[in-house]
């Protein structure tokens, strides 16, 4: 694999909720930690914007609970939280971790570069998304190809 490959972003969707309020996340920690505010801030800035209840069910957006798996390691399934709900022993990883940052806005079948707090370079893929019932009024299926979403 090239390096270019290995380092290449997916398209990635966000809910404009979910943009504004890391974005303010980001403004918020940027003084303290400001490498993740800016990784944050990164992927916000490249995501497609899309009204909540458009944004289809399988992409992760706050709260979803997602199954990904790194390279040839067994697939793991983690929920996507704030950071004052992240408890890694109970499977809810923080959007501010360099995992966390890098499944926001994915789908199914797509892979992502993202960089370890030791530095190493991994791919991830994801597996599966599933949306607590409360956010189950979004977009799935076909739609997602007439509305032009990333597959």
Request: glycine share 6%.
């Amino acid at each position: 694999m090239s390096g270019r490959s290995v380092t290449r972003k997916p398209k990635i969707a966000l809910s404009t909720t979910d943009h504004d309020r890391l974005s303010a996340l980001a403004a918020t920690i940027s003084r303290r930690s400001p490498d993740i505010a800016d990784a944050l801030q990164t992927e916000l800035s490249r995501g497609k914007l899309v009204a909540d209840h458009l944004l289809p069910d399988d992409v992760v957006r706050m709260g979803s609970t997602v199954t990904y798996q790194v390279e040839e390691a067994a697939a793991r399934t983690v929920k996507l939280v704030y950071p004052a709900e992240a408890d890694i022993d109970a499977g809810r990883v923080s959007v501010l971790t360099p995992i966390g940052t890098a499944l926001l806005g994915l789908s199914p079948g797509q892979t992502m570069p993202w960089m370890t707090t030791s530095g190493d370079l991994r791919r991830l893929l994801i597996v599966a998304v599933r949306q607590d019932a409360s956010d189950r009024n979004a977009v799935s299926g076909a739609e997602r190809v007439a509305r032009g979403f990333p597959t």
